[in-house]
């Protein structure tokens, strides 16, 4: 079946700007949660859906950045006021939920702050 | 909390050589372990994980990891590797029975060499 995807693969923005990353998970999934992997080092966790509700979000660097999942499925993060320092790798991940041990991530996207 | 500890940034070795990427964990409480491989220009993958059981996992391609849990280690080996195996190696942890964020180490560039 289809893996989680997340569009648009690169985004290049210029300072200040705002910008919204789609995540889709795989189907049946209810837990969804958000990642971001910065040159050399290994992914950060940002924020953890199950199901419309973010269970977990005490990753999200500071307030410029939101995420939703309105319906439970397809997720939005959103950045506003986008700093250099956003420049990084977006990773969403999904997994069965409250008995889904294994994680499965989406190819990312990679964002580049000007 | 929990932590990740990957001592080795990079691994060079040459193709058929043995390999071992070390992986240590901090947790006051059991958790959940996992290896992933990030391929040049690809998604996060799962390589193999150790929920509970035999402390002796394998994956299908040859790669076996080690719970060892006096030792706070999950050593990932492979008695011979391929050129197909240069990616990036990542360590991670979660506690059980909850579906959490997992805790990433800052990852293994594994290069073989013909």
């Known amino acids: 079946g289809a893996g989680v995807s997340q569009t648009p693969s690169n985004k290049v923005t210029e300072k200040g700007k705002y910008v919204e990353l789609r995540c889709d998970p795989i189907?049946?999934?209810?837990?969804l949660y958000w990642y971001r992997q910065s040159l050399g080092q290994g992914p950060e966790f940002l924020i953890y859906?199950?199901?419309?509700?973010?269970?977990?979000d005490s990753g999200l660097p500071n307030d410029r950045f939101f995420a939703v999942r309105p319906e439970g499925s397809v997720s939005t993060l959103k950045i506003q006021r986008t700093e250099r320092g956003d420049s990084a790798v977006y990773l969403c991940?999904?997994?069965?939920?409250?008995?889904?041990?294994?994680?499965?991530f989406g190819p990312g996207t990679r964002l580049l702050v000007l | 909390a929990q932590s990740v500890t990957q001592l080795d940034s990079q691994v060079p070795v040459f193709e058929e050589a043995p390999v071992e990427l070390r992986c240590n964990y901090s947790?006051?409480?059991?958790?959940?372990l996992f290896w992933y491989v990030q391929y040049p220009n690809q998604g996060l993958q799962l390589l193999l994980k150790?929920?509970?059981?035999?402390?002796l996992v394998e994956s299908i391609n040859g790669f076996e990891a080690e719970f060892n849990k006096s030792q706070t280690s999950f050593h990932l080996r492979k008695p011979s590797v391929h050129i197909s195996d240069t990616a990036e190696y990542f360590c991670?942890?979660?506690?059980?029975?909850?579906?959490?964020?997992?805790?990433f180490g800052t990852g293994t560039r594994l290069q073989v060499f013909p």
């Open positions: 991940a999904s997994s069965l939920g409250p008995q889904g041990e294994t994680q499965y």
């Open positions: 859906f199950q199901g419309t509700g973010a269970a977990d």
């Open positions: 150790y929920l509970s059981g035999s402390t």
């Open positions: 189907s049946g999934h209810t837990a």
């Open positions: 991670a942890v979660r506690p059980p029975h909850n579906t959490d964020k997992l805790i």
């Open positions: 947790s006051s409480v059991s958790v959940y």
